[in-house]
Structures are given as structure tokens and as C-alpha cells.
Nanobody, 112 residues
Framework: QVQLVESGGGLVQPGGSLRLSCAASTSIFSIYAGGWYRQAPGKQREFVAT???????NYEDSVKGRFTISRDNAKNTVYLQMNSLKPEDTAVYYC??????WGQGIQVTVSS
């Protein structure tokens, strides 16, 4: 079973940046798409971004132009560069790989 480990979350001021990483225990990102969802308090989990095995990216409308997803197949890792962060980006961010593999989630808090 694939294990996904997220890192890079934390507290940042509005307008700041963070980079999330999702490291997989296998080369799953070379085969399947991977990406990120997020869940804010009291809300349903929502799609953020995904990247296919051949590098095509897709984003939720509210993060377009601010977030960039990328991957490094040699490191079995997917990244989410988050710039111009807003308080409404505050959530637990979950990495996924393929149809069934999920990380444990990592907190991102945007607050002054």
C-alpha cells in the first residue's frame, strides 16, 4: 500500500507563501495523477489542484494564478506552491495519488 507523507504546512500571514510537499513511498506519481484537496472547518473537502503523470495541471478557480502544482518523479514527490495566500485558504490540505491513496493531511493557517 502506498504511503503519502505531507510536509510544509504551518502559519503564514496573508499575502505570504508556503510550499507543500507530498512524498510517496512508491513511484505512483509516474503512473497516476496526484494532487491536493483541502477541508476548512465546517466545510466539505474540496478539490484544489491535480497533475497528471504526463504533467498536465488543473486548478480550482479560486487558486488559479496563485497556486502552482508540480512533481518530481525521481523523488516520488508532488509539490504545491501557494503564493498570495488568503485567510480563506486556511484548511487541512490532503495529498492524493491515484484513485485510492490519501495522506493524513497537513494544516495551513493564514492569519495575521
Amino acid at each position: 500500500q502506498v504511503q503519502l507523507v505531507e510536509s510544509g504546512g504551518g502559519l503564514v500571514q496573508p499575502g505570504g507563501s508556503l510550499r507543500l510537499s507530498c512524498a510517496a513511498s512508491t513511484s505512483i506519481f509516474s503512473i497516476y495523477a496526484g494532487g491536493w484537496y483541502r477541508q476548512a472547518p465546517g466545510k466539505q473537502r474540496e478539490f484544489v489542484a491535480t497533475i497528471t503523470s504526463d504533467g498536465r495541471a488543473n486548478y480550482e478557480d479560486s487558486v488559479k494564478g496563485r497556486f502552482t502544482i508540480s512533481r518530481d518523479n525521481a523523488k516520488n514527490t508532488v509539490y504545491l506552491q501557494m503564493n498570495s495566500l488568503k485567510p480563506e485558504d486556511t484548511a487541512v490540505y490532503y495529498c492524493f495519488a491515484g484513485p485510492t491513496s490519501w495522506g493524513q493531511g497537513i494544516q495551513v493557517t493564514v492569519s495575521s
